[in-house]
């Protein structure tokens, strides 16, 4: 133990000796170990971002379309017959096991103006009045549209965080009127911010009556239906139910494949696993192939220590030294080196996590990324550069430990 | 396995038939050819020869720093010429103390620890290891020079540094390869008195030199010239010039 404290002692003394080239060895340490932490805390809040991504989605939602979301089988879906109102309310009948049934119908608009303010591009949702509930039912402002409402087809609109704050930077936008398409509105309320990252398409929309938003765009318009499971260990047994219940009411035989799709989740996760799996493998490889680079550099300043340190090593031997001693010795060395290295890098990834955070939540208001360094990611980095030191230590510490002493002390 | 004893006393440093050759490309050197003596507890002897003697060669299997190519090199009644690496280096550590010409002490490292490396080497706790390193520093003088770094120190000064470190695992020889060699001539003096004290104190001095001043101050000299031991004597100089004081 006294000689691991004597060798740890040695290599610091080794490395202040020569600051300036401890550091420049330690260059490629330093990327390796930045690319790793950085990566590391990128894709921790991006995993986090999504997350919040999918949470939108709701767990134990099934969203029944007759286009499957993930993009299979496209070419195909797009001839098939549209899910109606009608077929809505038969399966709505039907159905037993969910918590919510919901129709949703969804369009574009290029014209969604307030005074002298227009929008541009707008997603206009029609949907029922329990769309709301079935989502958690807390509201930013005003109210969600009542069931007299909805049977009425009612010109009141619900906006979403975004759009209400697009629309109506100063004012209240409760009561007041806007014009979708030249139909005027009066709006009712404003839903919570539900969006992060990619999916802030969801506050910026228009939610109506379905039956008001038939007499915008015509009531053979595309239906999605949504069915809430009420806890994702019912999902299996809610998706089991509806498939029966479409299939009856979209009058498919026995052998016949479904010509519509049952899009969860779920099915979003598998898909971005594949995506997150391929941004892992690079980044991995990028580090892999700088700590491959930062410890031949490593290796070589080793190579150099040890020789200029021949003498040195012969007088040690002479005093009684032993191999692993000597071994001992400049492994520390390396392992010390690359501590440092990752020394560093910590610093610069830490400072520039905290900046490009601070600057992201100020600027974007996007605040997915954490303004520090998770401590099992620093334990990892430190872990691997202790390992990265060892590997690129032993062969000139070995070429060290076996030099013949009376040959070393003979050298100048 | 044990020595056969002869029974007739019990050396501290036996050699046997001693020889070391080296390949040196084409050529072999032979830099000891079948080279015997013995050396006992408390003697002071030089080992004197002209460069390319062999007596480096001698010094080294001695010191355990290189090991002989045919013959036994016994210390302390165990075969060395057959141990292994760390049982070598055991033995450099405890039982030889090294001088070198050249002192060989670590530049970047202040006296005491320069001392203390032995010990450390030797598995010995940090308190002791400083108590007995500024013990052996005393010794030799040097008791307020032990912060300074070699490169703060008078030749005399780091030799005697030197000497400290080879006495601090007290060992049973202290060899010292032309230790004033570097030094010069009333330095060197002050040097091989240290030695005499030393030898008084009870060590076991073998002294490696070219000049014949210096192999004057021991009680026995042994000549080495071509790989071979030309005369081993005690040093009738001496001897007289202690009868003289007496």
């Known amino acids: ?412 | 396995m044990a020595p056969s004893t002869d029974g007739t006393d019990d050396s501290l440093i036996e050699l046997r038939g001693i020889g070391r050759s080296y390949n040196m490309g084409a050529e072999w050197i032979y830099a000891l050819q079948d080279v015997s003596l013995k050396i006992h507890r408390n003697e002071y002897v030089a080992i004197m020869g002209p460069s390319g003697s062999g007596k480096s060669t001698l010094m080294n299997i001695l010191g355990c720093l290189d090991t002989p190519s045919y013959g036994e090199y016994y210390f302390a009644g165990e075969l060395v010429s057959a141990m292994d690496d760390s049982e070598l280096a055991a033995i450099r550590n405890q039982q030889i103390g090294f001088v070198f010409q050249t002192f060989n002490l670590l530049p970047r490292s202040d006296a005491l620890h320069n001392v203390e490396l032995p010990l450390i080497y030797a598995g010995v706790s940090g308190a002791e290891r400083k108590e007995r390193a500024h013990e052996a520093l005393a010794h030799v003088g040097l008791a307020n020079r032990v912060t300074h770094r070699p490169n703060e120190l008078s030749g005399g000064q780091r030799q005697r540094v030197a000497i400290a470190r080879a006495l601090v695992t007290r060992p049973a020889i202290i060899l010292a390869d032309e230790p004033t060699g570097n030094l010069d001539s009333r330095t060197g003096i002050e040097i091989m008195r240290l030695f005499e004290e030393l030898w008084t104190q009870g060590n076991t001095i073998i002294l490696v030199t070219h000049e014949e001043d210096i192999a004057r101050h021991a009680a026995r000299i042994i000549r080495v010239r071509d790989g071979n031991i030309e005369s081993d004597e005690v040093n009738d100089a001496r001897a007289m010039s202690e009868d003289v004081q007496h």
């Open chain 1, 1 to 412: 133990m006294d000689s691991l404290v004597e060798s740890i002692k040695m290599a610091i003394a080794a490395l202040t000796a020569n600051k300036m080239r401890a550091v420049l060895t330690t260059l490629g340490v330093v990327i390796g170990i930045t690319i790793v932490l950085a990566m590391g805390w990128a894709l921790s809040g991006l995993d986090a971002a999504l997350e919040d991504t999918l949470a939108i989605f709701g767990d134990d939602i099934l969203y029944v379309d007759k286009f499957d979301w993930t993009g299979r089988r496209w070419m195909e879906a797009r001839n098939r017959k549209n899910i109606t109102y009608d077929q809505f309310l038969k399966v709505e009948e039907r159905l037993q096991s969910p918590q919510y049934v919901i129709p949703t119908a969804r369009r574009t608009s290029l014209d969604v103006r307030h005074e002298n303010l227009q929008l541009t591009s707008t997603t206009i949702m029609g949907v029922s009045s329990d769309y709301n509930a079935m989502l958690g039912g807390s509201m930013a402002e005003g109210r969600f549209f009542n069931d007299m409402e909805d049977n009425s087809g009612a010109g009141v609109a619900v906006l979403g965080n975004a759009t209400a704050e697009n629309l109506f930077p100063s004012a209240d936008p409760i009561g007041k009127r806007i014009r979708v398409n030249g139909i005027p509105f009066t709006v009712i309320g404003v839903m919570p911010k539900r969006g992060t990252l990619g999916a802030d398409m969801v506050d910026n929309q228009i939610l109506m009556p379905l039956k008001k938003f038939f007499s915008l765009y015509g009531a053979s318009s595309r239906i999605v239906i949504n069915v809430k499971a009420g806890g994702t260990d019912r999902l299996d047994e809610v998706r089991y139910e509806t498939i029966g219940v479409m299939r009856q009411v979209r009058s498919l035989a026995p052998g016949q494949e479904d010509d519509f799709a049952i899009n969860t989740q779920q099915a979003f996760r598998d898909q971005t696993a594949q995506l997150r799996f391929i941004v892992y493998g690079v980044g991995l490889m990028l580090t892999g192939l700088s700590f491959l680079v930062g410890s031949i550099g490593i290796m070589n300043i080793m190579f150099v220590s040890v020789t200029e340190r021949t003498k040195e090593i012969g007088i040690r031997k002479a005093l009684g030294a032993t191999r692993s001693s000597i071994l001992l010795q400049f492994l520390v060395e390396a392992v010390v080196l690359c501590l440092l290295g990752s020394l560093i890098a910590l610093v610069i990834t830490s400072i520039g996590a905290y900046a490009v955070s601070s600057w992201l939540e100020r600027s974007y208001e996007l605040d997915f990324l954490s303004p520090f360094i998770p401590p099992s990611q620093i334990l990892l980095a430190i872990l691997v550069s202790a390992f990265v030191g060892v590997l690129a230590g032993i062969i000139p510490a070995y070429r060290g430990a076996r030099l013949d002493p009376v040959e070393a002390l003979r050298s100048e």
